[in-house]
């Protein structure tokens, strides 16, 4: 990282047993046979892994420091980055499941990204200690896909203290096969999302295609845009407005009162579409908030008609017309009524379960971060209990075929859900741990690798990343972990100094990097080179 330099090495050849002794020192700085020292290799890597930088960013630096690399070059860097640290990882696995050991186990969170059809890059991160433990690409959640991944797992840190997953039937059946003794927790979070997306949407579908069918928001939108040019040009008048609403003072009637609480109320209108604290459906409804605000317009229609009208100027009067006929509209559709009344019963049967599991509260703040009440499990599932009987007790609830689907959720996952804590003995005497209510840990890591590629290309789409990262992409998570450092590392100064020793230990044939890549399995690279693989297939199986 100090600029190019040119090195004089003194090598040294023994006639009696024809060695060649080559330089420790230049081969802790920089690899045999290459022309990039092991601190830019890491440079490089962190920058595009840890940092999240573009290779034109990355140049850039490097130029400064008068280092002038080719793109393709600093892609190659990254890849060799990845493939030391992942063989770095796997010679300290032995030293990770001690120390997981000595901490009474680990508690395996599984989860994995998709985008459309790219393969799916699947994790697995023990929470207690946050390590990244594997990592594999699969091209479905089929368990004949996960199970074999579970088996490495199980080979290289032992069997789980406890599993927690989604609701997903390939990884259940996967866990069930490979880890039938430990505890199968399924994650609260991910079962009410898809409670409530089978028990919400069939009515949210229908408000959503009657809202399509309106127009209304385009034309809310052109509204907005059509009023906007002209309270400004009336901006003192149009602060004075605002600032009375605000402090709830009484407003005059002036030259610019229609269009502003025109204006005031169509924003207003939109801003229903904005509703939610930060969940997604089917805890935030955007749609039932939006069609909610023009309701309520449309039933406080006379007043505002009363208040807005100008006899005097019927051009401004026209926006306050437009506005009302939009929420009229909206009134006077009676299937959209239907599904806005059928939505407000069921929203309030599935909010009793989200107060119930005391997760994804009205209101949170923490959205998609948010990880449960602390409330003892025991309260949890008495709540859930008292809920599940509710369903069949109340007439209408019981013969209503989504809450009977409902039920049969509840029953089917009820011993999965809730996680009691778990005893277990260390070397240093018993200790006692609670596994997490969510999978959140490893959701929040997969949109970090999301916001990380955003911010490196300027695309929301995983599916190019998806298809060519190397497979170990993530375990770069663990290097901000100090614990997991001091154990990678095993007493070296940094990643320079170990992967310059691990090198050595490459050129002597005890190890092996190549083991890691996920395109060509091992021993398979040659075979793609022989001028002619059918005729010596046939050889071999024939025996001929």
């Not at 030293?95 to 599984?110: D, E, K």
């Not at 009484?250 to 939610?276: E, M």
Request: aromatic share 8%; net charge positive.
């Amino acid at each position: 990282m100090t600029g190019p330099f040119v090195a004089h090495e003194t090598v040294g050849f023994c006639h009696g047993c024809n060695r060649t002794f080559n330089s420790k020192a230049l081969q802790s700085l920089v690899p045999k046979h290459c022309n990039v020292a092991y601190d830019l290799l890491v440079f490089v890597g962190q920058a595009l892994f840890r940092r999240h930088r573009s290779v034109e960013e990355i140049r850039g630096e490097l130029i400064t420091r008068n280092i002038r690399i080719s793109p393709s070059e600093i892609g190659y860097l990254g890849r060799k980055f990845i493939t030391l640290l992942a063989a770095a990882h796997r010679r300290a696995t032995p030293r990770i499941r001690q120390a997981m050991t000595m901490s009474g186990g680990y508690i395996l969170h599984l989860d994995a990204t998709h985008d459309g059809d790219a393969p799916a890059l699947m994790t697995g991160i023990d929470s207690l200690s946050q390590f990244v433990l594997a990592n594999i690409k699969i091209p479905t959640e089929h368990a004949d896909h996960i199970i074999p991944f579970l088996r490495k797992i199980e080979a290289d840190y032992g069997v789980p203290l406890a599993c927690v997953r989604d609701m997903g039937t390939g990884i259940g059946k996967a866990v069930a096969t490979v880890f039938p003794g430990a505890h199968d927790f399924i994650c609260h979070f991910h079962f009410l999302r898809d409670i409530g997306k089978d028990y919400l949407e069939p009515a949210y579908a229908r408000l959503r295609n009657c809202l399509r069918s309106h127009g209304t928001s385009t034309r809310l939108h052109s509204l907005a845009r059509e009023l906007r040019p002209l309270l400004a040009m009336q901006s003192e008048q149009a602060v004075a407005f605002t600032t009375a609403i605000i402090n709830t003072e009484f407003l005059k009637n002036s030259n610019t009162t229609s269009l502003a609480s025109t204006y005031s109320l169509v924003l207003w209108a939109l801003q229903g579409k904005r509703c939610g604290d930060g969940y997604g459906f089917p805890f935030d409804r955007p749609l039932l908030g939006f069609v909610d605000r023009l309701l309520e317009l449309e039933q406080r229609m006379p007043e505002l008609l009363a208040l807005l009208l100008d006899n005097d100027k019927p051009n401004e009067s026209q926006p306050v017309f437009k506005l009302l006929a939009e929420a009229c509209f909206i009134a006077e559709d009676q299937e959209l009524r239907k599904a806005v009344d059928e939505l407000h019963q069921r929203c309030q049967v599935f909010d009793s379960l989200r107060t119930a599991m005391r997760i994804a509260p009205a209101g949170g703040s923490k959205g998609l971060n948010d990880e449960g009440s602390t409330k003892a499990m025991v309260t949890i599932r008495q709540g859930v209990e008292n809920f599940r009987r509710s369903l069949d007790k109340e007439p209408d609830l019981a013969a209503d075929h989504l809450s009977k689907k409902m039920a049969d959720q509840i029953d089917k996952y009820g011993d999965k859900l809730f996680a009691d804590p778990i005893s277990v003995q260390t070397p240093i005497g018993p200790s006692t741990i609670y596994p997490q209510r969510t999978n959140n840990i490893l959701e929040q890591f997969f949109r970090k690798i999301r916001r990380g590629y955003r911010r490196k290309t300027g695309n929301n789409s995983m599916h190019r990343a998806l298809q060519t990262m190397l497979v170990d992409t993530p375990l770069v998570k663990n290097l901000d972990n100090p614990d997991y450092m001091k154990i990678l590392l095993d007493g070296k100064e940094n990643l320079e100094e170990l992967f310059a020793e691990m090198r050595k230990s490459l050129a002597e044939g005890k190890d092996d990097l190549l083991t890691n890549t996920d395109r060509i399995l091992p021993g398979f690279r040659p075979l793609a080179g022989l001028p002619s693989l059918p005729g010596k297939l046939i050889q071999s199986l024939t025996g001929w």
